[in-house]
């Protein structure tokens, strides 16, 4: 689940805490990048949870309104579609989630008033009310509803985005990425499978947490050599004018080209150039992209870059 995009995303992040602070060392500092990457899937699972929060909210809100004292026929007779969605009872059984929820106590429990209020909205939105009109009564509508209301109403909802920062500082910029992994798993699910459906494991293989290791050390052990080759190609620039980010940026993409031959330079150059247009300025993106294209071809000049492409 943890893939390659998010591994260098974090890298740049704890490599810029690193060489801000200058307060810890590099393996305090790698330990902190391997738990940002264990909070972000512990979101995963959290955003899977939600779904069974929200879910419970509604079979407590319809047993309540069945017994009160004024129950009208409609809260006599309610729809229970959602609360039977096959989707949700099939996620609520799944082995791995309820492992590792217990393991780790995840919940919602604290945020009662969120997941009512994301109740409501779902409730009164327009795909609901198709979801309910439906004349297809079947898994596939089950499991298509929640994956298009995880996608349009709760990954938008912007008191989520919020309740998350409360929750964790690692989780600040992780929702959007995070999200697609969940909607990924939406669709896997197989109603055959039952409980024994199969979660996304934390690193797809033992070779991307060695990349995510190997990325931290050689960006922070080839510091001043690869922040030597940019100040070669920045002479034009201003350098107190260059974003630090931009800086980090390039020292980690440098660090991922010189270190790891297998992937092609114009892999590398796209991702961190994408990473940029997120996390620094506007014009940092063609910035970077210059300097890089710069330093991969001095690089290659120079015989660094045998048989990469």
Known sequence: MVNRILIRIKVVQIVYSYLVNKDKSIDTSEKELFFSLEKAYELYHRLLLLMIELTDAQSK??????FKY???????NPDTRLVNN???????ENKMLKEYVDRQSVSWVNEPDFVRILLDRLLASDLYKTY????????????????????????????????????????????ETI??????????????????????PMFKDDEDAEFAKMLFRKTLMNVDVNKALIDQHTKN??????????????????AEIKSFP????????????????????IK??????????????????????????
């Open 61 to 66: 809100r319809i047993e309540n309104a069945r």
């Open 70 to 76: 004024t129950a009208t026929a409609a809260d006599k």
């Open 86 to 92: 096959r989707f949700i009872a099939q996620l609520r």
């Open 132 to 175: 309910l009109a439906s004349e297809e009564d079947s898994y596939a509508v089950d499991q298509d509803f929640w994956k298009k209301a995880f996608k349009h109403i709760i990954v938008e909802d912007e008191d989520l985005s919020e309740i998350l920062e409360a929750q964790s500082l690692y989780w600040n910029d992780d929702l």
């Open 179 to 200: 999200s697609t992994f969940v909607l990924k798993t939406i669709k896997r699910f197989d109603q055959s499978k039952g409980a024994e459906q199969e979660l996304l």
């Open 237 to 254: 620039w201003e350098i107190d004018r260059v974003a630090f980010m931009d800086i980090v940026i390039m020292l980690v993409a440098i």
């Open 262 to 281: 297998t992937i092609p330079v114009k892999v590398t150059l796209n991702e961190y150039i994408e990473i940029a247009k997120s996390y620094s300025t």
């Open 284 to 309: 940092s993106g063609h910035f970077i992209n210059g300097i890089l294209d710069a330093v991969a071809s001095q690089l290659k000049k120079n015989g660094f870059l045998v048989g990469k492409v």
